[in-house]
């Protein structure tokens, strides 16, 4: 690869890649995508993702889109990086992680944080955001449940599906939801503070302007 372009947006899903990114070493371009001001929907980058999100990844004359194929890519782009267990069954439970984190949690916060793809009158909208707000504490506990002890998503093998799991852990504890991450999910907090000491991480929370798990 000659050249990696990740658009990002600060605190979005896409963090997920930064910190594998950083992981890896490799020489990359972060591209910060303004969400807040709509430049997702701006012709040029819908020129890189015409669906209007980010992650997406610009590999030399191509691009990627979606976090558990852009995350899987970069892990087995970068093999010396360890973030790609060598085993089957653990390859396995990280897609597993991946695709329930894409398919199940992100959908579920999006009822709350993004309400109105779901719902048009204020009524609906808030039953939308009601009802989201408790599928994803229910969600968040199963979550914290599964992960238990750790220390990482499969046991001992650090890999691409603790940093997908770093970006739920910092969207519990924010204003949309609003959870007391320490209390309400105490393993999923206690990762998150592992997490928080690693170099890539701090990296990639720093360019991105967000605070650390608190303890790490």
């Given at each position: 690869m000659s050249s990696i372009r990740l658009f990002y947006s600060d605190g979005a899903c896409s963090l997920a890649p930064h910190i594998a990114l950083e992981e890896t070493g490799a020489s990359f371009e972060p591209v910060r995508v303004d969400m807040a001001s709509g430049e997702q929907r701006s012709t040029e980058f819908l020129r890189i993702n015409p669906k209007g999100r980010v992650p997406a990844l610009a590999v030399d004359d191509w691009v990627l889109t979606e976090n558990p194929a852009i995350l899987q890519f970069i892990a087995r782009s970068f093999p010396h990086?360890?973030?790609?267990?060598?085993?089957?069954?653990?390859?396995?439970?990280?897609?597993?992680?991946l695709a329930w984190i894409a398919s199940t949690v992100h959908v579920a916060y999006a009822h709350v944080r993004r309400a109105e793809r779901y719902a048009a009158s204020d009524a609906?909208?808030?039953?939308?955001?009601?009802k989201g707000l408790?599928?994803?504490?229910?969600?968040?506990q199963a979550v914290d449940?599964?992960?238990?002890?750790?220390?990482?998503?499969?046991?001992?093998?650090?890999?691409?599906?603790?940093a997908y799991l770093l970006v739920f852990w910092t969207w519990g504890r924010g204003?949309?939801?609003?959870?007391?991450?320490?209390n309400d999910c105490p393993h999923w907090t206690a990762h998150a503070r592992r997490m928080?000491?690693?170099?890539?991480?701090q990296r990639a929370f720093?360019?991105?302007?967000?605070?650390?798990?608190?303890?790490?």
């Amino acid at each position: 690869m000659s050249s990696i372009r990740l658009f990002y947006s600060d605190g979005a899903c896409s963090l997920a890649p930064h910190i594998a990114l950083e992981e890896t070493g490799a020489s990359f371009e972060p591209v910060r995508v303004d969400m807040a001001s709509g430049e997702q929907r701006s012709t040029e980058f819908l020129r890189i993702n015409p669906k209007g999100r980010v992650p997406a990844l610009a590999v030399d004359d191509w691009v990627l889109t979606e976090n558990p194929a852009i995350l899987q890519f970069i892990a087995r782009s970068f093999p010396h990086a360890g973030l790609w267990p060598d085993q089957l069954r653990d390859q396995a439970r990280v897609a597993e992680w991946l695709a329930w984190i894409a398919s199940t949690v992100h959908v579920a916060y999006a009822h709350v944080r993004r309400a109105e793809r779901y719902a048009a009158s204020d009524a609906a909208l808030e039953d939308v955001r009601a009802k989201g707000l408790q599928t994803c504490r229910d969600l968040w506990q199963a979550v914290d449940a599964r992960l238990g002890d750790g220390p990482w998503a499969i046991g001992e093998h650090y890999s691409v599906a603790d940093a997908y799991l770093l970006v739920f852990w910092t969207w519990g504890r924010g204003s949309y939801l609003g959870f007391d991450m320490a209390n309400d999910c105490p393993h999923w907090t206690a990762h998150a503070r592992r997490m928080g000491l690693r170099p890539a991480v701090q990296r990639a929370f720093e360019r991105e302007g967000l605070a650390l798990p608190a303890g790490g």
